[in-house]
């Protein structure tokens, strides 16, 4: 079995109740081997020569209410080769535990914080101790918990990272009907899976993300009628609108810039409902169709 030599950082938001996990390695789509989250039940990463039941079977102990650190305990313990994994959780109440195998390469171990886990190994030392560092000064300041992630990723690296390099990385974040179209907990699943500088890109991503799915700032809300004439204008340059440049927000005009939202996939920050509209829409339209 292939090591899957890596660090990670699994943690719980408490206030918008959301659990995430983020991944950089020397492997290719490890996001897809080490991240698992359940609205409700919590967050693994699991790693090293991952057992990825742990993910799986974790997340069904912590839903029915099983602490992470008995959760941890209960899966290793029935595991003839614990000695080889490692593996990190945060539970449904934000209890976090860690687990590193004896055998497991050098540098290897982790790192418990308040609602949060840090985790690696084939480590340059002091890697763990910059992501718990990086993601504590992150959720001091702005942002919300995939920012707080890749954060802590990113001081890690800085710090030394994967010893072998690196090549691919990711960030998991669920929440209660946070997912597209809100009947699903998937809020954001991002993946760099083979890149030769995997975080940046992770970063550049999560950025995106917050455009299209992201919830609006009351302060970049307009009033559509105050910029009806510079909408049509626009419209008219995509070719999606060929009525009058009238200035007013009429009908034609509101179907033609649905449509537009539609085809940039922005319907999340507007539905083509209501009187008003997210600047921050027109800023990306005008910033693609000028």
Request: net charge negative; proline share 3%.
């Amino acid at each position: 079995m292939q090591t899957i030599a890596t660090f990670s950082i699994v943690a719980y938001d408490p206030d918008k109740q959301e659990w995430g996990v983020a991944v950089q390695s020397k492997f290719l789509g490890v996001g897809a081997f080490v991240c698992f989250a359940r609205a409700g039940a919590g967050a693994v990463a699991t790693q090293a020569q991952a057992n990825m039941a742990y993910g799986t079977e974790g997340l069904v102990h912590m839903q029915a209410g099983m602490p992470a650190e008995e959760t941890i305990h209960t899966l290793t313990a029935a595991d003839e080769q614990r000695a080889v994994r490692q593996v990190g959780m945060v539970d449904k109440t934000g209890n976090s535990a860690s687990f590193t195998g004896e055998e497991c390469h050098e540098w290897a171990g982790h790192l418990i914080g308040e609602g949060f886990t840090c985790q690696g190994n084939i480590l340059i030392p002091g890697t763990i101790e910059a992501i718990a560092a990086g993601f504590e000064q992150a959720r001091k300041g702005d942002g919300e918990l995939s920012d707080w992630l890749v954060e802590a990723l990113s001081a890690g690296q800085e710090a030394g990272g994967d010893k072998r390099g690196r090549q691919a990385a990711a960030v998991l974040v669920v929440r209660e009907n946070g997912g597209y179209g809100g009947n699903n907990d998937r809020y954001m699943d991002l993946r760099v899976d083979d890149d030769p500088y995997p975080i940046k890109k992770l970063r550049s991503l999560v950025d995106t993300h917050h455009l299209f799915f992201g919830a609006a700032n009351p302060e970049d809300i307009v009033p559509l009628n105050e910029v009806a004439a510079d909408i049509q204008e626009l419209l008219k340059r995509t070719g999606h609108y060929d009525g009058s440049l009238s200035g007013v927000f009429d009908e034609p005009t509101r179907k033609s810039l649905k449509t537009l939202v539609g085809v940039e996939n922005l319907e999340e920050r507007w539905t083509g409902e209501g009187d008003a509209i997210d600047s921050k829409v027109l800023d990306f339209l005008h910033n693609k169709f000028e």
